[in-house]
């Protein structure tokens, strides 16, 4: 049975687990669900900080929006990525930290990550909609954008529920996968367009020129799925137009990959998946 006849099969328990994880995440907190802003609101200011008054970087006003804020820049990158990185490691936890009921129960163990996933939606969807009220306080046009923006954020989670069901199933197997990641995370999180534009990176690859046959460091750079992303969000959120097509065509393709992998991987081992806890 494939991934989706099984969550759809199984949608009381994915939505208690959802809940359970919602709730939970702040549970016997003063300040409970704003946590949630605050955790990114206390990275942008250090981001703005050290990147904008310190280091200087200038990506420049929004094109045609005349935005000229770094910290809006900024978090139209971070939230997206701050995202991927959530999904990912709460489902590699997903299983371990479930390992009990594993062991006690069958259900399709899918769930388990969707939940964890969906969790991690309801955040992001509080944090991009402040965002959204923020950009338009300061004049930028993203009302008409903000659909396209939902279907952006929808194919950001498919992408990143293929990732994390992958690498759920390789951190039952080898619990250094999480030690692992949490490094490629800083690794990845410095090659993507976040604090700085791409821009910066085409002007060090002209400089260089090419670096294998015709191909240069920012062909290289683009390989990275989350440039696209960073892209595309940018693009309608402080911009306030439509993306390249090829970023988004880009988007759904590393979508579409990922998310066919990863069901697959984690179909394929899910049964052992008690045996291996």
Same mark, same amino acid.
């Given at each position: 049975?494939?991934?989706?006849?099984?969550?759809?099969?199984?949608?009381?328990?994915?939505?208690?687990?959802?809940?359970?994880?919602?709730?939970?995440?702040?549970?016997?907190?003063?300040? #409970?669900?704003?946590?949630?802003? !605050?955790?990114?609101?206390? &990275?942008?200011? =250090?981001?703005? $900080? *050290? @990147? +904008?008054?310190?280091?200087?970087?200038?990506?420049?006003?929004?094109?045609?929006?005349?935005?000229?804020?770094?910290?809006?820049?900024?978090?139209?990158?971070?939230?997206?990525?701050?995202?991927?990185?959530?999904?990912?490691?709460?489902?590699?936890?997903?299983?371990?930290?479930?390992?009990?009921?594993?062991?006690?129960?069958?259900?399709?163990?899918?769930?388990?990550?969707?939940?964890?996933?969906?969790?991690?939606?309801?955040?992001?969807?509080?944090?991009?909609?402040?965002?959204?009220?923020?950009?338009?306080?300061?004049? #930028?046009?993203?009302?008409?954008? !903000?659909?396209?923006?939902? &279907?952006?954020? =929808?194919?950001? $989670? *498919? @992408? +990143?529920?293929?990732?994390?069901?992958?690498?759920?199933?390789?951190?039952?197997?080898?619990?250094?996968?999480?030690?692992?990641?949490?490094?490629?995370?800083?690794?990845?999180?410095?090659?993507?367009?976040?604090?700085?534009?791409?821009?910066?990176?085409?002007?060090?690859?002209?400089?260089?020129?090419?670096?294998?046959?015709?191909?240069?460091?920012?062909?290289?750079?683009?390989?990275?799925?989350?440039?696209?992303?960073?892209?595309?969000?940018?693009?309608?959120?402080?911009?306030?137009?439509?993306?390249?097509?090829?970023?988004?065509?880009?988007?759904?393709?590393?979508?579409?990959?990922?998310?066919?992998?990863?069901?697959?991987?984690?179909?394929?081992?899910?049964?052992?998946?008690?045996?291996?806890?």
């Amino acid at each position: 049975m494939s991934l989706i006849p099984e969550v759809l099969t199984s949608r009381e328990l994915l939505v208690n687990l959802t809940l359970r994880e919602v709730k939970g995440k702040y549970k016997r907190t003063a300040l #409970g669900q704003l946590w949630s802003l !605050l955790n990114p609101l206390a &990275l942008m200011v =250090v981001y703005t $900080l *050290v @990147f +904008s008054v310190i280091i200087r970087i200038d990506p420049g006003p929004g094109d045609p929006s005349g935005i000229d804020i770094f910290a809006i820049w900024l978090m139209c990158a971070l939230l997206p990525w701050s995202f991927f990185t959530n999904v990912v490691n709460g489902g590699m936890s997903a299983l371990v930290g479930n390992e009990n009921l594993i062991k006690k129960v069958y259900f399709p163990r899918y769930v388990l990550i969707v939940a964890s996933a969906l969790a991690s939606t309801y955040t992001w969807t509080i944090e991009m909609a402040v965002l959204a009220v923020a950009i338009l306080l300061v004049g #930028g046009n993203v009302l008409p954008y !903000l659909p396209l923006v939902l &279907l952006a954020m =929808v194919v950001l $989670l *498919v @992408f +990143s529920l293929g990732v994390a069901m992958a690498m759920s199933v390789a951190n039952a197997y080898f619990r250094d996968t999480q030690h692992l990641m949490s490094i490629l995370f800083m690794v990845w999180f410095y090659l993507t367009p976040i604090l700085y534009p791409v821009a910066e990176v085409q002007r060090q690859s002209d400089r260089v020129g090419p670096v294998l046959g015709d191909v240069t460091i920012v062909d290289i750079y683009r390989l990275n799925p989350m440039e696209g992303f960073s892209d595309v969000f940018r693009s309608l959120l402080y911009d306030n137009r439509l993306p390249a097509w090829g970023s988004v065509l880009e988007c759904v393709a590393w979508a579409v990959a990922a998310f066919a992998v990863g069901a697959w991987v984690f179909q394929r081992h899910q049964r052992r998946l008690a045996e291996v806890l």
